[in-house]
């Protein structure tokens, strides 16, 4: 059983990469497409949106799909009242920031946010009808189909909004892009996942839920007000085109960081709560994650920041330069962001909602007051080291909660992370003070500095033996025997 798990979980891992990279990479293309067909203006006009577009999804969601998770045999009655809760819900809100359109477009004095959010909107409705088919295929671990509609939707919403911004439509290009990608995600998976639910309603079944979900919402929401304040203050005290230099920034940066915890939380959450009864599995699973999370993803965000100008200067071209500099900065914080949703995931399969909403406030009060205190002392370049400084607490308070409930502590998670953090900085700071002594050209030079970075970092984790560079060779090379023999 626990080797097929693994086998389960690594082919998770692998498909849940291939859905998240492939909506990323085909997201990353459009958007160079986009970038040159719209403004930084048009960019920081959905920029602007976005939090609240984020929070009422949030809302939308409720934390039941988590509950639906970590609830050990969910019934068909429990998925068919969260069903019927999300619809609901979706249309409540979404009358309300109908309504509240005119007030939010007055707040940042530009008149067209209020048409733009009204349809954009939508996104919540249609959202909230595929959310326990996602959930339902999650908790299965059928990360194959997933990656399927996810790739397909992303192809025909990215084709359209091209078309549609070649033929001069400005940001209402972007809006339907959500909107499509949202659409074509919920057509997708109703025909995959023959789940319908049933006309019942369970008011038991709801508290039951909401009593673990109720937390999880909780702290969701407040993660994510802190996780796009920063759009929410470029926004108000900024141009518009501040805000869409660091969206696009912002938006690379997430091509590692976001995308990839995203990937290890759709597959690690499930198969933790599997254990949720066994600390000292969690413990050597959450190890093991951790090493590789952190062995594949901090190098890949120094590479990022070595090469931020000449990455900015070849897909976007100059009009977009000052975003290298956000970059930059941002894949310092991408480090951590990396690390901690397979924490938090393996405290909440443990069932403990209450203790990390009560955590969350705390963290995020942190980070708001980093943030503020940043830009208000020191403007742009102030907000944004504030969010650094504020991802690597929040890190440290997500380990605080693993050694609490786990038996896993702060200071064993982080001696067992130093070698691959020294190693990865060892090798930045040689690539990129090789790379300052030769001229070769902005291009040229960036190049180079991709490949010494790679071959200098997987020499050095062979030479020092570098425990996660061995078990994931082991792990990959295992995975691929047992599909051969399958």
Same mark, same amino acid.
């Given at each position: 059983?626990?080797?097929?798990?693994?086998?389960?979980?690594?082919?998770?891992?692998?498909?849940?990469?291939?859905?998240?990279?492939?909506?990323?990479?085909?997201?990353?293309?459009?958007?160079?497409?986009?970038?040159?067909?719209?403004?930084?203006?048009?960019?920081?006009?959905?920029?602007?949106?976005?939090?609240?577009?984020?929070?009422?999804?949030?809302?939308?969601?409720?934390?039941?799909?988590?509950?639906?998770?970590?609830?050990?045999?969910?019934?068909?009655?429990?998925?068919?009242?969260?069903?019927?809760?999300?619809?609901?819900?979706?249309?409540?809100?979404?009358?309300?920031?109908?309504?509240?359109?005119?007030?939010?477009?007055?707040?940042?004095?530009?008149?067209?946010?209020?048409?733009?959010?009204?349809?954009?909107?939508?996104?919540?409705?249609?959202?909230?009808?595929?959310?326990?088919?996602?959930?339902?295929?999650?908790?299965?671990?059928?990360?194959?189909?997933?990656?399927?509609?996810?790739?397909?939707?992303?192809?025909?919403?990215?084709?359209?909004?091209? &078309? /549609? =911004?070649?033929?001069?439509?400005?940001?209402? #290009? +972007?809006?339907?892009?959500?909107?499509? %990608? $949202?659409?074509?995600? *919920?057509?997708?998976?109703?025909?995959?996942?023959?789940?319908?639910?049933?006309?019942?309603?369970?008011?038991?079944?709801?508290?039951?839920?909401?009593?673990?979900?109720?937390?999880?919402?909780?702290?969701?929401?407040?993660?994510?007000?802190?996780?796009?304040?920063?759009?929410?203050?470029?926004?108000?005290?900024?141009?518009?085109?501040?805000?869409?230099?660091?969206?696009?920034?912002?938006?690379?940066?997430?091509?590692?960081?976001?995308?990839?915890?995203?990937?290890?939380?759709?597959?690690?959450?499930? &198969? /933790? =709560?599997?254990?949720?009864?066994?600390?000292? #599995? +969690?413990?050597?699973?959450?190890?093991? %994650? $951790?090493?590789?999370? *952190?062995?594949?993803?901090?190098?890949?965000?120094?590479?990022?920041?070595?090469?931020?100008?000449?990455?900015?200067?070849?897909?976007?071209?100059?009009?977009?330069?000052?975003?290298?500099?956000?970059?930059?900065?941002?894949?310092?914080?991408?480090?951590?962001?990396?690390?901690?949703?397979?924490?938090?995931?393996?405290?909440?399969?443990?069932?403990?909602?209450?203790?990390?909403?009560?955590?969350?406030?705390?963290?995020?009060?942190?980070?708001?007051?980093?943030?503020?205190?940043?830009?208000?002392?020191?403007?742009?370049?102030?907000?944004?080291?504030?969010?650094?400084?504020?991802?690597?607490?929040?890190?440290?308070?997500?380990?605080?909660?693993?050694?609490?409930?786990?038996?896993?502590?702060?200071?064993?998670?982080?001696?067992?992370?130093?070698?691959?953090?020294?190693?990865?900085?060892?090798?930045?700071?040689?690539?990129?003070?090789?790379?300052?002594?030769?001229?070769?050209?902005?291009?040229?030079?960036?190049?180079?500095?991709?490949?010494?970075?790679?071959?200098?970092?997987?020499?050095?984790?062979?030479?020092?033996?570098?425990?996660?560079?061995?078990?994931?060779?082991?792990?990959?090379?295992?995975?691929?025997?047992?599909?051969?023999?399958?």
């Amino acid at each position: 059983m626990v080797s097929e798990l693994k086998t389960k979980t690594l082919s998770g891992m692998i498909w849940s990469f291939v859905q998240r990279f492939g909506t990323m990479a085909i997201s990353f293309v459009s958007n160079i497409v986009l970038a040159r067909l719209l403004t930084p203006d048009d960019y920081g006009t959905i920029g602007m949106l976005m939090i609240f577009i984020a929070v009422a999804n949030t809302f939308v969601d409720g934390g039941f799909g988590s509950a639906l998770i970590q609830k050990k045999e969910p019934t068909k009655e429990d998925y068919s009242t969260i069903f019927w809760w999300n619809m609901f819900l979706s249309a409540v809100i979404y009358a309300l920031l109908f309504m509240c359109a005119p007030a939010i477009a007055r707040f940042y004095n530009l008149p067209l946010l209020s048409d733009v959010l009204r349809v954009q909107g939508l996104v919540l409705i249609v959202n909230a009808l595929s959310i326990i088919q996602q959930n339902q295929l999650r908790k299965q671990l059928k990360f194959k189909r997933l990656a399927a509609v996810t790739v397909t939707a992303a192809v025909l919403s990215a084709g359209i909004a091209i &078309v /549609l =911004a070649y033929c001069g439509w400005g940001v209402w #290009a +972007l809006v339907w892009q959500q909107i499509l %990608l $949202s659409l074509f995600t *919920a057509i997708l998976l109703w025909g995959l996942n023959k789940w319908v639910p049933s006309l019942v309603f369970s008011k038991e079944s709801f508290k039951q839920l909401f009593g673990f979900g109720g937390f999880i919402l909780m702290s969701s929401l407040i993660n994510t007000l802190a996780n796009n304040l920063q759009g929410l203050l470029i926004g108000r005290f900024f141009s518009s085109a501040t805000l869409g230099y660091y969206t696009q920034a912002f938006k690379l940066e997430q091509v590692v960081s976001t995308s990839s915890s995203t990937v290890v939380d759709q597959v690690s959450y499930p &198969v /933790l =709560a599997k254990f949720q009864d066994d600390d000292a #599995a +969690l413990k050597s699973i959450l190890k093991r %994650l $951790s090493s590789a999370i *952190a062995f594949v993803t901090t190098p890949l965000m120094l590479i990022i920041a070595q090469v931020a100008q000449p990455a900015i200067l070849l897909l976007y071209s100059d009009r977009w330069l000052p975003s290298a500099y956000y970059l930059q900065v941002l894949c310092m914080a991408g480090i951590a962001v990396c690390l901690q949703g397979v924490s938090y995931n393996a405290v909440a399969s443990k069932g403990k909602s209450r203790d990390l909403f009560v955590w969350t406030i705390i963290k995020r009060g942190v980070n708001v007051a980093a943030i503020v205190i940043g830009m208000v002392m020191w403007g742009m370049k102030g907000l944004i080291w504030g969010f650094v400084l504020s991802a690597w607490i929040l890190l440290s308070v997500n380990f605080y909660l693993v050694g609490k409930h786990i038996g896993y502590s702060v200071w064993q998670q982080f001696r067992d992370l130093a070698p691959i953090f020294a190693l990865s900085a060892l090798v930045y700071a040689i690539v990129h003070v090789g790379c300052s002594l030769i001229d070769v050209g902005v291009y040229l030079n960036g190049a180079i500095g991709i490949v010494a970075y790679i071959i200098i970092y997987l020499g050095g984790a062979y030479m020092f033996g570098l425990k996660t560079f061995t078990d994931l060779q082991q792990v990959v090379m295992g995975y691929f025997r047992h599909e051969r023999t399958a």
